[in-house]
Nanobody, 122 residues
Framework: QVQLVESGGGFVQAGGSLRLSCTAS????????MAWIRRAPGKQREMVAA???????NYADSVKGRFTISRDNSKTAVYLQMNSLKPEDTAVYYC????????????????WGQGTQVTVSS
C-alpha cells in the first residue's frame, strides 16, 4: 500500500509561483509513475503533469512552459514547480501514483493523495 501526502498549496496572485510536494510512504514509489492531477470546480479531472519511473515527462498543453514536474527517488518525493500562475489554474491538486504510465496519463490512478488547494487570484 502506498500512501501519498501533498503539501505546498495556497493562495497566490496571478503571475506568482508555488511549489507542490508529494511524499510517498513506500519505496514502491520508485517503480511507479507519478503525476499531478487537478480538479477545478465544475470541471473534469485533468492530468497536469506526469513523470515515469525512468524520468520521462508529459504535460497538459495548458501548463507547458509554466509547470515542471520532477522526482527524487532518494526521498520518495515528487514535486510540481508552478510558475506564471493563472486564475484558471485554481483547483485541488492531487498527487497520484500508478505502476502504469499510460493509465496515469489518462488521469486515472491506483493511489491518490488527499489533495491540496491552489487558488490563484486575478
Amino acid at each position: 500500500q502506498v500512501q501519498l501526502v501533498e503539501s505546498g498549496g495556497g493562495f497566490v496572485q496571478a503571475g506568482g509561483s508555488l511549489r507542490l510536494s508529494c511524499t510517498a510512504s513506500s519505496v514502491v514509489f520508485n517503480r511507479n509513475a507519478m503525476a499531478w492531477i487537478r480538479r477545478a470546480p465544475g470541471k473534469q479531472r485533468e492530468m497536469v503533469a506526469a513523470i515515469s519511473s525512468g524520468g520521462s515527462t508529459n504535460y497538459a498543453d495548458s501548463v507547458k512552459g509554466r509547470f515542471t514536474i520532477s522526482r527524487d527517488n532518494s526521498k520518495t518525493a515528487v514535486y510540481l514547480q508552478m510558475n506564471s500562475l493563472k486564475p484558471e489554474d485554481t483547483a485541488v491538486y492531487y498527487c497520484a501514483s500508478d505502476y502504469s504510465y499510460p493509465y496515469i496519463l489518462s488521469g486515472r490512478s491506483t493511489y491518490w493523495g488527499q489533495g491540496t488547494q491552489v487558488t490563484v487570484s486575478s
